[in-house]
């Protein structure tokens, strides 16, 4: 599977392992950055795995600041992107099968190194279960104007 990664200083240090992880499963990992632990902009690494994982069907991404919660909201901007922030192995499962999240987010310093590769391997390995979710997941992209 093709993964676009992404991350801010603050999840810098975890998207490494976690890109070790996804080379481990055979993967085929794109890294859009940060590159070092100097201090960046998280929306920049949002917005480079939103575009790409829309411009590549069938692709997944992977986004990592501090909290989390900066990045997930920068990359759900964009239509088409369901960014998950995940803290438990379950709710990474739960945001394949009923949400079809197409981008995993965690927080480098929220969680350890263990728990974000159970919660990557879950992702990866749980698909969406359609169904009853269809609809509602073609509802998230109609805004309160009623626009696509
Ligand atoms: C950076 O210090 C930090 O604010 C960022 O990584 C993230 O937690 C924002 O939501």
Redesign the pocket.
């Known amino acids: 599977m093709k993964i676009y990664a992404g991350s ?4 810098f240090e975890l998207k490494k392992s976690l890109i070790k992880r996804l080379h481990e499963l055979g993967h085929q990992v794109e890294d859009l950055g940060t590159h070092s632990l100097a ?1 960046c902009d ?1 929306p920049d690494y949002a917005h480079a795995v939103a575009a790409n994982v829309i411009a590549d069907p069938g692709s997944l991404g992977l986004l990592i ?7 997930s909201i920068a990359a759900n901007r964009h239509h088409g992107i369901r960014a998950a922030l995940c803290r438990c192995g379950l709710e990474a499962e739960l945001s394949r099968r009923h949400n079809d999240a197409n981008v995993l987010v965690m ?3 929220i969680v350890g190194e263990a728990l974000a590769i159970d919660m990557l391997e879950k992702f990866l390995g749980t698909d969406f279960e359609g169904g009853r979710h269809n609809n509602r997941i073609a509802k998230i992209e109609i805004t309160q104007e009623g626009q696509q």
Do not use: F, L, Q
């Open positions: 801010d200083h603050g999840g201090s998280y600041c501090g909290s989390g919660i900066g990045i927080g480098g310093r």
